[in-house]
């Protein structure tokens, strides 16, 4: 059993930045992909972007590319996703979420069998 929880959202204007956080519990974190994906108003869940269990590889949707960083400190079982350059397209609820298995590509969210509880990010104009 894996419990995820998020923090971090809010209310921003566009152009500012956000971290969230995501916090793990209950079995070692280190072992494991984590993903992160968010989901608008109206629109399926969307994958944001991912880190790889031991090599530490990252992966990220087009749209986010150049402005969202993901990082991971297994020490404290916690993932991040630094936020940069927020546009109003950006909001969403992000969900943090463990792969079910460590390989293969991240980007699906039927891949991961784990979630938190999701954080609001909202980017005003």
């Known amino acids: 059993q894996v419990q995820l929880v998020e923090s971090g959202g809010g209310l921003v204007q566009a152009g500012d930045s956000l971290r969230l956080s995501c916090t793990a519990s209950?079995?070692?974190?280190?072992?494991?992909?984590m993903g992160w994906f968010r989901q608008a108003p109206g629109k399926e869940r969307e994958f944001v972007a991912a880190?790889?269990?031991?090599?530490?590889?990252?992966y990220y949707t087009d749209s986010v590319k150049g402005r969202f960083t993901i990082s991971r400190d297994n020490a404290k079982n916690t993932v991040y996703l630094q936020m940069n350059s927020l546009k109003p397209e950006d909001t969403a609820v992000y969900y943090c979420?463990?792969?079910?298995?460590?390989?293969?590509?991240?980007?699906?969210?039927?891949?991961?069998?784990?979630w938190g509880q999701g954080t609001q990010v909202t980017v005003s104009s």
């Open positions: 979420a463990k792969k079910a298995v460590p390989f293969g590509r991240p980007t699906q969210a039927g891949e991961y069998d784990y």
């Open positions: 209950g079995r070692t974190f280190s072992g494991y992909i």
């Open positions: 880190i790889s269990s031991s090599r530490g590889s990252t």
